[in-house]
C-alpha cells in the first residue's frame, strides 16, 4: 500500500476543481478536474481534500490505465484507505470516477494537465453546468 501525505496547502497552487451544483438529475459529468501532472499518488490527496463533505468518504477511484502513471491497488490518504482501479475503456480516458459508500458515484471530466488556462477555462465550465 502506497501512503500519500498531504502537502502543505500554501506551498502549492490551489486545486482546480469546479463541481455541478447539487441536485436536480443524475448527469453523465459531476463535474471537472485539472491536475497539475498525470501522477496519481500526487493529485489525488488534494483532489479528494477539496471535495464537499456531503460527498461523504471516497473509498474508490477508477482512473484510465493508459493516462496516468503507475497507480497501486490502493494508497492512504489522511489515513483513509483509497482503492484505486485503471480502466483500458477508451471512453474512460479523461474521466475520473469517485465512490463514496452509502453516499454515491461522481464522475469528473479530467482535462489535461498541459491544456492551457484558455482551453481548460471552458471545458471546466461547460461540465459544472446545470443539465436540465
Not at 460527498?55 to 503507475?70: D, E, L, P, R
Amino acid at each position: 500500500m502506497t501512503t500519500a501525505l498531504q502537502p502543505p496547502l500554501p506551498s502549492h497552487p490551489l486545486l482546480r476543481l469546479r463541481l455541478a451544483p447539487p441536485g436536480g438529475m443524475p448527469r453523465p459529468i459531476d463535474g471537472a478536474w485539472w491536475p497539475r501532472s498525470y501522477d496519481l499518488l500526487a493529485e489525488l490527496p488534494r483532489l479528494l481534500a477539496g471535495l464537499p463533505r456531503m460527498w461523504g468518504h471516497i473509498t474508490s477511484v477508477t482512473v484510465n490505465g493508459a493516462t496516468w502513471s503507475a497507480v497501486p491497488g490502493r494508497m492512504l490518504v489522511s489515513n483513509q484507505v483509497v482503492r484505486l482501479h485503471r480502466t483500458p475503456t477508451a471512453s474512460a480516458a479523461h474521466t475520473i470516477i469517485l465512490l463514496a459508500p452509502g453516499q454515491g458515484r461522481w464522475d469528473l471530466l479530467v482535462v489535461p494537465p498541459d491544456t492551457t488556462e484558455e482551453a481548460a477555462e471552458p471545458l471546466m465550465a461547460a461540465a459544472a453546468e446545470r443539465q436540465a
